[in-house]
């Protein structure tokens, strides 16, 4: 056997460790969104806590009465950070934020109880128990945050947590002046 050929497990291990250290190694807040700057995904959902009620993007989107500038919030009971990420959206709900939730893969029950006992932030809440608006949003996990303009487009969006750091840093100089442009058409 050649003696070149006892290297190539070596050569292999050493370029998946490389791949593996570049690839692995990156912030997923960080991760770009394909669809920043289009339009939120068509969908139609019950909503959490009225499952006769169903909602759509029509409901938050420029072309109805409610267009307007809003938070869409990924969240979950099975999810630990959001539970640390609950009371800022509560904070900012009462400063007059427009957030809608959608609870991502969850069981009904439990989540409306969660949101009795958490308080409910959200304007109303999308229920997707499978996940298909998710999928379209190309969600990684919950909680991520989508900043929606009046006319339904995608302005920005967040993997993980929104406290008060990230909202200053991310979130509220874009808010702020989308809601300023939809105030002036």
Not at 159 to 168: A, K, L, P, Q, Y
């Amino acid at each position: 056997m050649n003696r070149l050929t006892l290297f190539i497990p070596l050569l292999v291990c050493i370029a998946l460790g490389a791949f593996l250290f570049f690839s692995l190694g990156k912030d997923p807040q960080e991760l770009p969104s394909a669809l920043v700057g289009k339009p939120f995904p068509e969908f139609a959902l019950e909503e959490l806590n009225n499952p006769e009620r169903q909602v759509s993007d029509k409901d938050f989107r420029g072309d109805s009465a409610n267009g307007q500038v809003v938070l869409v919030n990924i969240w979950a009971t099975w999810c630990f950070a959001c539970r640390i990420e609950h009371p800022y959206l509560n904070g900012l709900a009462e400063q007059g934020v427009a957030i809608i939730g959608l609870n991502y893969k969850d069981n009904r029950i439990l989540a409306k109880q969660w949101l009795l006992e958490r308080g409910d932030p959200y304007q109303f809440t999308i229920f997707d128990p499978r996940g298909t608006l998710g999928i379209d949003l190309g969600v990684y996990g919950a909680p991520e945050t989508y900043l929606v303009d009046a006319q339904g487009m995608i302005r920005h969006r967040r993997v993980g947590v929104v406290d008060e750091r990230i909202w200053n840093k991310e979130f509220r100089d874009l808010y702020t002046q989308l809601v300023d442009e939809a105030n002036d058409q």
